[in-house]
């Protein structure tokens, strides 16, 4: 095939994308003890940027040193070292021609290792559902955590706004709000991890108000020329069968809320793509975010076959496709797809980290 979808080009903000290949954000514990990059992530990342990725976003990195670090190694744009250990690796990838968007990401209550304390905050004191992940180095439940207080939640919003401008400080074209998968924001949004009963509880403008806020604040920190984008999904890491309670109709609430945000484009991830997210006969979670929101769109779920991403984008369901596994087992999936070679299928015994000993299943979740 001749992938013509796959193979033109688009702009976010003020960057051009030669292709809409993108590298999905996936935690890699290979950070430093206090968080800083090293010149592992910075080989990790380049080889996407070899391989064609026409943009490459980070694994999740935490923004402050208080709350927000979910796993032990995972890096951080907390400080000022922290920003200066980034610069070689956004370096390395701009050089082969890629963006390189950040991912801030506040774990909140599914935090199970933080260097900083060991406490956990949430919007209300409900522990996420299901148990910590072995493979990111957890063990057992969560904790409860802590009802965040409305300091906890200035801080935790200014966090974002002073790690968006770490990561432009870096030279990342811009920064991609966590806002999926169980994490801080996505608890917010969660009904029943979210008990509130102010302004940030109840309704769901209510429970998007925190998005809103942390999209307006740091806009306005970086300026209009620095692409900001979102992730959002249904389903969490320790609860991957989770739905919005009103299915389509919420999806309609909230992705009209964020089009009217100041994003340029938003990362929706489900855990196949292609596949009905509301129930038998409605919309996809991209086509849903894409009309709705009237916003460029990222998917995200087992999209690692050319042939069906390239028939995803021809219907018009998304822009842009973002692969986890598939690139992890292939790098230059791009490079591959372009003169139609054979891709190579995930093993995580092979692809993943060295200290992996856990079933596949286990962290699908997490990569797709």
């Known amino acids: 095939m001749n992938y013509n979808h796959l193979f033109s080009k688009l702009t976010l903000n003020n960057k051009t994308l030669d292709n809409r290949f993108v590298v999905a954000p996936m ?31 980070s694994e999740g990195i935490f923004p402050d040193d208080k709350y927000s670090q979910g796993y032990y190694n ?58 910590q992940l072995e493979f990111y180095g957890g063990k057992g439940p969560f904790q409860t955590p802590k009802a965040m207080s409305d300091q906890d939640i200035e801080d935790a919003k200014d966090a974002f706004v ?15 709000l966590h806002g999926a998968n169980g994490y801080l924001l996505d608890q917010f949004l969660t009904d029943y991890l979210n008990q509130r009963e102010d302004q940030y509880g109840g309704s769901v ?28 999904s249904q389903g969490k890491v320790a609860d991957g069968e989770h739905k919005w309670a009103d299915g389509e109709k919420e999806a309609e609430q909230i992705f ?18 292609t596949d009905s997210s509301f129930g038998e006969g409605t919309r996809t979670m991209a086509r849903a975010a894409k009309e709705f929101s009237m916003l460029p769109v990222i998917a995200n779920g087992k999209l690692g076959d050319a042939e069906k991403a390239e028939q995803f984008l021809e219907s018009d369901q998304a822009d842009l496709v973002s692969l986890g596994t598939s690139a992890l087992a292939n ?13 190579e299928e995930f093993d995580f015994e092979k692809t993943l980290l060295p200290q992996a000993q856990v079933k596949e299943h286990e962290i699908e979740k997490e990569l797709v």
């Open 256 to 273: 009209t809320k964020l089009g009217a945000a100041s994003l340029d484009y938003i990362h929706v991830t489900d855990a196949n793509a």
């Open 331 to 343: 790098p230059d999936f791009p490079n591959k797809a372009k003169v139609g070679m054979k891709m």
């Open 27 to 57: 935690t890699r514990i290979s950070g430093e003890d206090d968080g800083r990059a090293n010149v592992t992530m910075k080989k990790y990342y380049e080889r996407y940027a070899k391989g064609g990725f026409s943009a490459v976003i």
């Open 205 to 232: 403008d209510n429970r998007l108000l925190l998005f809103v806020e942390v999209i307006e604040q740091v806009r306005d920190a970086v300026g209009d020329h620095f692409i900001l984008g979102i992730r959002i």
């Open 162 to 176: 002073q790690s968006a401008l770490r990561a432009q400080e870096a030279g990342f074209d811009g920064a991609e």
């Open 74 to 131: 995972q890096p951080g744009l907390a400080n000022g070292s922290h920003t200066e250990s980034w610069k070689p690796v956004v370096e390395a990838v701009k050089d082969q021609g890629s963006i390189f968007i950040a991912q801030l990401m506040h774990a909140g209550g599914q935090s199970q290792g933080n260097a900083y304390t060991d406490d956990t905050i949430a919007p209300s004191a409900v522990a996420p559902k299901g148990n």
